[in-house]
C-alpha cells in the first residue's frame, strides 16, 4: 500500500546515540500517525514511539527521556533520534504509518555493554 525505508542503525556502545529515519509516500504520510516499533529475537513486536499529524508525541516508558520522535511532512520523513543507548535497547526497529498496513525492511540497532 505504501512504500517505507527505514536507515540509520547501527553498533554503538551504551551511552552511545543514533538517529533512524523513516522515508514514505508523501500523500499517505500527512494524513497519518506514524509509530516507531522494534522487534528483539523472541520478543514480540512492540511499539515503542509515535507522533500525530499534530505533532503530539507518545513514548514507551522505557525510552522516555532517551528517545525523540519527530516528523518532518514536507520530506515525508519520520527520525527517531536515540540517546543514552542501552543494550537492551538492541532490536530490529521498524517505522508504520498506523493508519495503513505496510512495513518497511527495519533497521538494525545493536547496543554493546
Do not use: H
Request: some cysteine; glycine content about 10%; charged content about 15%.
Amino acid at each position: 500500500q505504501v512504500q517505507l525505508v527505514e536507515s540509520g542503525g547501527g553498533l554503538v556502545q551504551a551511552g552511545g546515540s543514533l538517529r533512524l529515519s523513516c522515508a514514505a509516500s508523501r500523500t499517505l504520510f500527512s494524513i497519518s500517525a506514524v509509530g516507531w516499533y522494534r522487534q528483539a529475537p523472541g520478543e514480540q513486536r512492540e511499539l515503542v514511539a509515535a507522533v500525530t499529524t499534530g505533532g503530539y508525541t507518545n513514548y514507551l516508558d522505557s525510552v522516555k527521556g532517551r528517545f525523540t520522535i519527530s516528523r518532518d511532512n514536507a520530506k515525508s520523513t519520520v527520525y527517531l533520534q536515540m540517546n543514552s543507548l542501552k543494550p537492551e535497547d538492541t532490536a530490529v526497529y521498524y517505522c508504520k504509518l498506523l493508519a495503513f498496513r505496510s512495513w518497511g525492511q527495519g533497521t538494525q540497532v545493536t547496543v554493546s555493554s
